[in-house]
């Protein structure tokens, strides 16, 4: 195998690569000037050694506690609890949650073996102990596990006073078809029917 | 800018990435065993230095000349004229030319300032001297500058004695479908057929 064959094998372990997206890609590293090659190869391992889980709500960050819970222009009374320090980024980029968060890093799932103490749960309730969280909302994914693990959060919290749990809301995308809507979301979405 | 937004920012330079691909991209590699990033960014650098391009035929190899041009077994009165590296290991892994390769690295294209001295016609014409060869097969891409470095590349061999010019077939692609097929292509296919 030469190192090209090494790099396209590597690069086609990456989410939605396969192995043409690969080659294509290692080619043009290849083609492209040596800067781009050295800065990409640095970024990886500088990303590897420097970005960890913040010690508070476990998302990625530099510096430790991140950014995100040190910033006091932020609600610290709502914590938006995630399933991948991932999520916090897409929520981020869309700048719709004025909250703090807390990354799970999993979800329940008995059949996996990946119960509540092995994931960040034991956490968020030390954190809801602190005192200052009034409304955790619970943004895990809207799969079977994501709702057991909600599930599970709301009945641990439900005893805690003046804490009040919520969901995101299930529907229809913004911009949708109801034509290329599963048949569950559609259901979810006439439950959930507002007001006009 | 940290090293996360960084790599991001450079993973969404590569062909057919976009940001959400690149951030995806980025959080697998944070994600994954450290083996794996460290592999990741050692063949980057490695591929770098180590793939240079044939000096005979002017694809990417390790070993100069490369293993196509020092196979025995292959044609090698037979050679197959390309605009890149990576159209080599496009045909080598359809497993489809018996003969050796010659990489011209571009294509004539007066708007951008590249002639026919710019991309390798002389070293092309230099191995047709050696007097090996006696099909050059063209197979640059049918799009107008492709068609152009074709018809100059014909032209210079026409008066080699011995030798002769063909250029890969145009028509409809295998498995393809008529209503999905531009005009151009119809009509080159209508104009190439062949009996049944």
Redesign the interface.
């Known amino acids: 195998m030469?190192?090209?064959d090494?790099?396209v094998r590597?690069?086609a372990?990456?989410?939605?690569?396969g192995r043409k997206?690969a080659?294509?890609?290692?080619?043009?590293?290849?083609n492209?000037d040596?800067d781009?090659?050295?800065?990409?190869?640095?970024?990886?391992?500088?990303?590897?050694e420097?970005?960890k889980p913040c010690s508070v709500c476990g998302s990625?960050?530099?510096v430790d506690p991140c950014d995100i819970c040190t910033d006091q222009r932020r609600d610290h009374s709502m914590v938006c609890v995630v399933e991948?320090?991932?999520d916090v980024?897409v929520l981020e980029s869309a700048r719709v949650f004025p909250g703090i968060y807390h990354v799970l890093g999993g979800v329940i799932s008995p059949i996996d073996g990946v119960g509540p103490d092995d994931i960040r749960i034991p956490r968020l309730l030390e954190r809801i102990g602190e005192g200052q969280i009034r409304e955790v909302v619970l943004a895990t994914n809207p799969t079977v596990e994501g709702d057991t693990t909600a599930l599970y959060i709301a009945r641990q919290i439900e005893g805690i006073e003046g804490v009040t749990t919520t969901r995101l809301a299930l529907g229809l995308p913004v911009g949708g078809d109801l034509e290329y809507v599963d048949r569950m979301t559609l259901e979810r979405s006439l439950r959930g029917r507002t007001q006009v």
Request: hydrophobic share 40%; net charge positive.
């Open positions: 030469t190192s090209l090494q790099l590597l690069l372990k990456l989410p939605g690569i997206s080659t294509r890609m290692a080619y043009h590293i290849l492209s040596s781009y090659a050295d800065s990409l190869a640095h970024y990886i391992t500088e990303m590897r420097r970005i990625y960050t530099e991948t320090a991932q980024a």
